[in-house]
């Protein structure tokens, strides 16, 4: 099995321009997750999808994030417009069902830096 | 509110020697917890869980860890550390009322002396 798989591995970008990050989730999972890690914030959930659909997007910051998942097989998060306090490195992960029990399968990340 | 708590945010240890990292959480009930392993560059893997039973649990890569109700304490071990074990460990733990939300400590990163 690959794995998550995450695309870009790394993205840079100016203030204001948007940005898309990209998630191919195990096969077979059917919950997904993106986290966002920082040195100030540690690890935060934005946003967890189920079977497809979006269950808990209390996470995310603010109205320029959103994330889309329209197949179990791929996921996005997209940035408009993208600002420096974005910058951190953003994590896929996903699970083979629901629940505490199955453990979480993360991707290697995107590191996005907003200059 | 929940949290998890890791005091050491790094701790350097000679190849060979045992490791311990401390993890402390707040919880009213018994609590799920895990500890994730994230290598340089890398994404989160887990290394072992704890939802009831057997106190003392054993995980990937020769770890293990203890629950310790009385000291609200998940304690990750290892008796002979390798280089390549030079990373950064999270303890976790299962958000009350949630089936799917963590709570995260910040991290303890390992370095390994040669």
């Known amino acids: 099995d690959a794995g998550v798989i995450q695309s870009p591995r790394h993205e840079v970008t100016e203030m204001g321009q948007e940005v898309t990050l990209r998630c191919k989730p195990i096969s077979g999972h059917n919950s997904l997750f993106w986290y966002r890690q920082t040195m100030m914030r540690g690890l935060e959930l934005l946003i967890y999808f189920n079977n497809n659909v979006p269950i808990d997007d209390s996470g995310m910051p603010e109205d320029r994030f959103s994330a889309k998942m329209p197949n179990a097989s791929f996921s996005t998060l997209k940035i408009q417009p993208s600002e420096p306090r974005d910058s951190a490195v953003y994590f896929c992960?996903?699970?083979?069902?629901?629940?505490?029990?199955?453990?979480?399968?993360f991707g290697n990340g995107t590191r996005l830096t907003v200059t | 509110a929940q949290s998890v708590t890791q005091p050491d945010i790094h701790i350097t240890v000679s190849e060979g020697a045992s490791l311990e990292l401390r993890c402390n959480y707040s919880y009213g009930a018994t609590p799920y917890l895990f500890w994730y392993v994230q290598s340089p560059g890398q994404g989160l893997q887990l290394l072992l869980k704890?939802?009831?039973?057997d106190t003392l649990v054993q995980g990937i890569k020769g770890f293990e860890a203890e629950f310790k109700r009385s000291q609200s304490s998940f304690n990750l071990r290892k008796p002979s550390v390798h280089w390549s074990d030079a990373a950064e460990y999270f303890c976790?733990?299962?958000?009350?009322?949630?089936?799917?939300?963590?709570?995260w400590g910040a991290g303890t990163k390992l370095i390994i002396k040669p």
């Open positions: 992960a996903s699970s083979s069902q629901q629940g505490l029990g199955s453990p979480l399968h």
């Open positions: 976790a733990v299962g958000a009350r009322g949630s089936n799917y939300q963590l709570i």
């Open positions: 704890y939802f009831s039973g």
